[in-house]
C-alpha cells in the first residue's frame, strides 16, 4: 500500500505522543513545584515558630484549598523526623503512638519485605503528623517503616532534590507514587556533603500522585482522545512497571515518547498506539 499514507499516519501518531507527554510531564513539574512550595511553608510556619502555627486542621485546610496548584496528586502529607530518645516524649504530646505500616503478619503487601527488614525498636521514625483529609487515616504511621517510603526518604535528604518512588500499592489500595522532598533545619548550602543533609534533615513533605485516575482526566481533556491508546511506564529497571493504561499489545506502528519528571535516577516513557486499523 501507499507508502506516504504510512508515514504521515506515523507523524500524526508521533506528534499526539509527544503532545500528550509534554502535557504530562508540565503537570508533573509545576505539581513538583508546588510541593517544594508547601515544604518551605511546613518548615516557616511548624518548625521555625514556637508554638508551631500550624495544626492538622489548618494544614488539611490549606492543603485542599491550593489543591489546583498540584493537578496531578490526590493528596499531601507530611512526616516528620523522631529519634528513638525522643519517641515516649513525642507520643505523649500527640496522643498517639507511632504506628508501623503494613504490621500485619499475614497482608500480602509490598511492605512484606520492610516488616522482615525492621525488627525491634528503629534508631529514628518518621510519623506523619500532618496530612491532606484524603489521607488522613495515614497520620501516625511511620513512613520508614515501608520499604518504598523508606528508600523515597533517604534519597530525599541526602539529595535536598524532590525524589520519585516507583509506582507501589499505597494504604488505601490505590497504585500511586509519591514525590518527597526533604526538610532541614537550616538550609544546607548547594555543595554540602550528604551527611551534613542528613544531619540537618527534620521533616519529609510527600504528594501523592494517583496515576490511573489523574492520567486519564488530563487525557481526556485532549482532543482525539478516542483516537489513540496511551501507557505510561517507570522503566527505571530492567522489568517495566505500568502506571497508567492497559493492554499495550497488538501489532501496527507505536510511538515511543520520553518522560521527564525531574527525578535523574528515574526513567519513564509513554508508548501511544492507534486504537483502529487505517
Ligand atoms: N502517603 C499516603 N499513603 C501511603 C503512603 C504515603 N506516603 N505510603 C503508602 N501509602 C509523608 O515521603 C514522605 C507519604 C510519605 C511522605
Known sequence: FDSGAVEKRRESL???????????????????????????????FHHSLNPSAITQATFARYAERTAFERPLTSG????????HAER????????????????????????????AEIRGPADEYAPVIFAQDAYKNVISFDMLSGADDREN???????GKGVL??????????????L?????????????????????????????????????????????????????????NDKPISMYGSDDTGSGMYHNSTLNFGDPSRRHEMHCRFMQKP
Open 14 to 44: 508521533a506528534s499526539m505522543c509527544d503532545e500528550r507527554a509534554r502535557m504530562l510531564q508540565d503537570q508533573f513539574n509545576v505539581s513538583m513545584n508546588h510541593l517544594q512550595a508547601l515544604a518551605i511553608l511546613v518548615n516557616t
Open 76 to 83: 499531601v502529607a507530611y512526616a516528620v523526623r523522631v529519634t
Open 88 to 115: 515516649d516524649h513525642f507520643e505523649r504530646q500527640q496522643g498517639w503512638s507511632i504506628k508501623k505500616m503494613y504490621s500485619s503478619p499475614n497482608s500480602q503487601g509490598p511492605g512484606d519485605a520492610a516488616v
Open 153 to 159: 526518604i533517604i534519597r530525599a535528604r541526602e539529595s
Open 165 to 178: 518512588t516507583a509506582p507501589f500499592q499505597l494504604l488505601n489500595g490505590r497504585l500511586g507514587v509519591i
Open 180 to 236: 518527597t522532598y526533604s526538610v532541614y533545619k537550616s538550609e544546607p548550602p548547594a555543595n554540602a556533603r550528604q551527611q551534613e543533609r542528613v544531619q540537618a534533615a527534620i521533616g519529609y513533605l510527600g504528594g501523592i500522585f494517583d496515576i490511573e485516575a489523574l492520567v486519564d482526566k488530563l487525557l481526556h481533556q485532549l482532543a482525539g482522545k478516542q483516537s489513540i491508546m496511551v501507557n505510561v511506564y517507570d522503566t527505571t
